[in-house]
């Protein structure tokens, strides 16, 4: 029996000492776009971030580090990610040069933080361990926050219906467009309308006088001065 509880002690023990070094336990909060950082060492930070804006989804649960990249560069988002922790197929947290708009969701999933503190982060996994990390993400993105940072990919029509002056300036382009049309159609119908009255008046007469000789009855086939009489002039002349 002694042995029994000699074994459950050592157990337990063995169970607390392992979660007494835990290392490293990173909650974040994605309705209020914060991290919140321990270490089994005693450090405590707590960092504005930016998730996924409206669009793009950040996903939640709890994860391990699978990866950690010093410099790394997407291609896909032409952006650099310095100091990245990656914890699911290509999220991580890594820093960002758009630090203005930490604090709102702004990126395409992945979790940013100010350079300094992507640093501070990815130096506490590499010095704990991967397996001494956890990651949780909670919450959801207040759709409210992400409305200044909808893709900067918007049609110009979207810019253009935003801005008063840039409507107007546009409609002004259309309407000078429509009226310089206007202005050569009705140049070119009076250039047509010339040209025919030209021609009528070159060419009235012999339509009137073409018009009487159609209307003149036709003459006998034996009329003088129709067609010649078959008699040569030595005969008896014409008829």
Partial sequence: ???????LALLIAALFGSSAQAGIDVQIDLAAQRMQVTTSDGEAYNWKISSGRKGF?????????????????????????????????????????????????????????HPANAAKLFALVKKHGYGQTRIALNGSVNDSLSRFARASTSSKAKIAKASPTNSRIASSKVASSQM???????????????????????????????????????LP???????????YPSRGGWR
């Fill in 180 to 218: 310089a049309k206007s202005k050569i159609a009705k140049a070119q119908q009076r250039y047509h309308d010339q040209i025919v009255v030209q021609e009528r008046q070159r060419y009235g007469g012999w339509e009137a006088a073409r018009g009487q000789i159609l209307l003149r009855p036709s």
């Fill in 221 to 231: 086939a034996n009329a003088y001065g129709y067609q010649p009489y078959y008699n």
């Fill in 57 to 113: 989804r950040t996903p939640t649960g709890v994860y391990r580090p699978i990866r950690l990249e010093k410099s790394w560069y997407s291609r896909k988002y032409d952006g650099a990610m310095p100091h990245s922790v990656f914890f699911h197929g290509g999220y991580a947290i890594h820093g960002t040069t758009s630090v203005g708009a930490l604090g709102r969701p702004a990126s395409h999933g992945c979790i940013r933080l």
């Fill in 1 to 7: 029996m002694r042995r029994v509880l000699g074994c």
